[in-house]
């Protein structure tokens, strides 16, 4: 495992990634500011916000058929009791949803939500884009992830991002100088939203090919959205089609998602490698039971023998508590592997008890310590009681 210098402080934000998103209308204040009514609407239907590209599900439905026993609990935080229904109410939460060897042991939803109803993902999609890398390598349009990513992006070349590899991008670890201060308009993750458009150019690859460099790549962990959308655009650029349909192509359809579902888009028409999948609860649960089967669809081999284990493995330590970072998942000291969003989403997985869960929420804040803290005592109570069936 390689070492990281510094905290990951930006980190706290769990990379919004909000700052390249094109509003439909101009009267539409910042994501990061809706008031509880907006989140509850706008992040079930964020195509009537932001401009949007749709990845297509296919003719058939990956079953997750229902448990014959369903779990139901409560557990102890903060000195006090909560059943799921407490949980949810408290922490504004519009589903939950638990696997356990594949089938359905709880499904609640709440918020006036739907079984129907997308939710929005945020950084969620972050582990979407790492996935369809993996996906490119098995197609052979990637040729490993010891490849320089200017292979890729070749308007890189010259830039800090000489000699730095596919895999020192998902590992958070290119070494390249990035700021990502949502509080300050002078940081990186600002000003990188502010370039203008130029015919046949990304203004992000443009702003990303000015950054110096400041460590040796692979060896400092730094939150950077900017470069998980960049890992969207060279996976779209190896294999010549948008991240909507390579997703399509390689998950939504062969794995069986039961909807479409709606990907946000840059100011240059991109999907955001970093941000902002809308998903059902339900095809957020088959994301995690793709990546528990060892990203196989049926009998064929979607992803390399062996990636879902490496990507959800530590790679780099990135300056919390928690075991590491891999391929744009988290490793919670909990054993679990997870993909997060800020305000309130995940997926988390138990590989060695084959529990999934899902969470999805509108938080009054997008993260705290409070909140983080009493979704890990939800998940290890959920975990307890899928076990114990």
């Known amino acids: 495992m390689r070492k990281v210098v510094g905290l990951a402080v930006v980190a706290a934000l769990a990379g919004s990634g909000v700052y390249a998103q094109v509003p439909v209308r101009p009267d539409i204040p910042s994501i990061l500011v809706w008031t509880p009514q907006q989140q509850s609407d706008w992040y079930r239907d964020i195509e009537s916000v932001y401009r949007v590209e749709t990845v297509k599900r296919g003719d058939k439905v990956h079953p997750l058929p229902k448990a014959e026993t369903q779990i139901d609990f409560s557990f102890d935080y903060g000195g006090k009791t909560f059943s799921v229904g407490d949980y949810m109410k408290a922490y504004n939460v519009s589903g939950v949803l638990v696997l356990k060897d594949g089938k359905v042991v709880m499904e609640r939803y709440g918020l006036g939500r739907k079984a129907e109803d997308r939710w929005t993902s945020f950084s969620v999609a972050k582990s979407v884009t790492s996935t369809l890398v993996g996906a490119a390598i098995q197609d052979g349009k990637i040729k490993s992830l010891n490849s320089p990513v200017t292979d890729y992006i070749p308007q890189l070349k010259g830039s800090g991002y000489d000699g730095v590899t596919v895999r020192q991008l998902l590992m958070m670890s290119s070494g390249v100088k990035w700021n990502e201060d949502y509080t300050d308009p002078k940081s990186d993750v ?12 990304n203004p992000l690859v443009t702003y990303m090919a ?14 950077n959205t900017g470069e998980t959308d960049l890992v969207g655009i060279l996976v779209s650029n190896a294999v010549g089609k948008s991240l909507s349909q390579y997703a399509s192509e390689k998950i939504w359809k062969p794995y069986g998602m039961e909807r479409d579902a709606i990907w946000v888009v840059d100011p240059a028409g991109h999907e955001r490698g970093g ?11 088959r994301l995690g039971q793709f990546m528990l089967d060892g990203g196989k669809a049926g ?13 959800t493995t530590p790679q780099i330590t990135n300056g919390t508590r928690e075991r590491g970072y891999g391929y744009f998942w988290w490793m919670p000291d909990n054993g679990a592997f997870e993909a997060r969003g800020i305000f309130g989403q995940s997926i988390t997985v138990f590989r060695d008890d084959r529990i999934v869960i899902v969470t999805n929420a509108a938080w009054p804040n997008a993260t705290g310590r409070e909140l983080s803290v009493a979704r890990a005592a939800f998940l290890n109570a959920a975990r307890a009681a899928a076990k114990a069936m």
């Open 190 to 201: 600002a000003l990188s939203a502010t370039l203008p458009l130029e015919p046949g150019k």
């Open 210 to 223: 000015r950054l110096p460099r400041a460590h040796e790549p692979g060896t400092f962990f730094n939150y």
């Open 275 to 285: 941000c902002c999948m809308s998903i059902t609860l339900k095809d957020y649960a």
């Open 299 to 311: 009998d064929k081999q979607i992803l390399p023998a062996g990636w879902t284990a490496e990507a």
